[in-house]
Nanobody
Framework: QVHLVESGGGLVQAGGSLRLSCAASGRTGSLYVMGWFRQAPGKEREFVARIRWSGQSAVYADSVEGRFTISRDYLQMNSLKPEDTAVYYC???????????????????WGQGTQVTVSS
């Protein structure tokens, strides 16, 4: 089993920055990829970014490309916009042969979520 705990959410003005952290414990040696997803009220959970556990091959959603940076341990969010407001979840998965890891069903482990609110 793998246990994920997010931290770092909060309230920030538009144009500001936040860093979300994701602490992984347990059988982390089995992990292949780390990802971040978000869910706004009334919307489906959507992909934000993912990176291989090795630290390589980062992939971003078009909506955050150039503003967010993912590492194995955190998600750095710059130039935040009101539309970035959501609950953010970190997630992890073992190797499954997928070429994507951009879909929530590809992830085995999830954190509890942390709220990010961006005011205009």
């Amino acid at each position: 089993q793998v246990h994920l705990v997010e931290s770092g959410g909060g309230l920030v003005q538009a144009g500001g920055s936040l860093r979300l952290s994701c602490a992984a414990s347990g059988r982390t040696g089995s992990l292949y990829v780390m990802g971040w997803f978000r869910q706004a009220p009334g919307k489906e959970r959507e992909f934000v970014a993912r990176i291989r556990w090795s630290g390589q091959s980062a992939v971003y959603a078009d909506s955050v490309e150039g503003r967010f940076t993912i590492s194995r341990d955190y998600l750095q969010m710059n130039s935040l916009k009101p539309e970035d407001t959501a609950v953010y979840y970190c997630a992890a998965a073992g190797y499954s042969g997928s070429s994507y890891y951009t879909r929530s069903y590809e992830y085995n482990y999830w954190g509890q979520g942390t709220q990010v609110t961006v005011s205009s």
